[in-house]
């Protein structure tokens, strides 16, 4: 079965900070690869998605993130944090076949400090 | 105009007792899903739905029933209400039979609480 793996339920970076979150899945096929965001009380956002077009992808909000086969790696990342990027961050995985639903990571909560 | 909507957006109601969350989405999508999101933000499908047939039912307790009436409605029904139930549960759509490349849209969940 299909998992996803976010390294780090916390991510504490300081504003205009580089911000990395990781992002491992599990599978021999390369799965659809998604990074959403959850602001407090509220749904999920996509902020981009991989379907094996570019292996680099760019999102909103100057969001990107970079597929890399070798590594099973989809990490997301942001070359200058700002404070309204404080939020839960949810990697996903889907399958064209087999139960075909998003699997998510457990998530990473990304808080910014002034 | 809102994409996915679920109603209530609060439910806090007493052990033992039957409730319903409903889902609507104007996106004209045809693939309809339930995620139960946990105490610890983990997300967890329950329920899919393509145009009004069940596609994915995950191993839920039998007191949870969805009911689709249609494509662009699906509505969660709950009974015997146990305190293990309180969770945010999110309805989300896809388009084109649910071909995950397409991603999903969320509503913005109904946090139940069971006391």
């Known amino acids: 079965a299909q998992s996803v793996t976010q390294l780090g339920s916390h991510v504490s970076v300081s504003e205009g900070a580089l911000v990395l979150l990781r992002c491992n899945y599990s599978?021999?096929?390369?799965?659809?690869l998604f990074w959403y965001v959850q602001y407090p009380n509220q749904g999920l956002q996509l902020l981009l998605k991989?379907?094996?077009?570019?292996?680099l992808v760019k999102g909103i909000n100057g969001f990107e993130a970079e597929f890399k086969k070798s590594e099973t790696s989809f990490h997301l990342t942001k070359p200058s944090a700002h404070m309204s990027d404080a939020a839960e961050y949810f990697c996903?995985?889907?399958?064209?076949?087999?139960?075909?639903?998003?699997?998510f990571g457990s998530g990473t909560r990304l808080q910014v400090q002034p | 105009d809102t994409a996915v909507s679920q109603t209530p957006k609060y439910l806090v109601t007493q052990m033992g007792n039957d409730k319903s969350i409903k889902c609507e989405q104007n996106l004209g999508h045809d693939t309809m899903y339930w995620y139960k999101q946990d105490s610890k933000k983990f997300l967890k499908i329950m329920f899919s739905y393509n145009n009004k047939e069940l596609i994915i039912n995950e191993t839920v307790p039998n007191r949870f029933s969805p009911k689709s009436p249609d494509k662009a409605h699906l509505n969660l029904h709950i009974n015997s209400l146990e305190l293990g139930d309180s969770a945010v549960y999110f309805c989300?759509?896809?388009?084109?039979?649910?071909?995950?490349?397409?991603?999903?849209?969320f509503g913005s969940g109904t946090r139940l609480t069971v006391v």
């Open positions: 599978s021999s096929v390369p799965p659809y």
């Open positions: 991989y379907t094996s077009a570019a292996t």
């Open positions: 996903a995985a889907g399958m064209d076949t087999g139960r075909r639903a998003l699997t």
């Open positions: 989300a759509s896809s388009p084109k039979g649910g071909g995950p490349n397409y991603g999903y849209t």
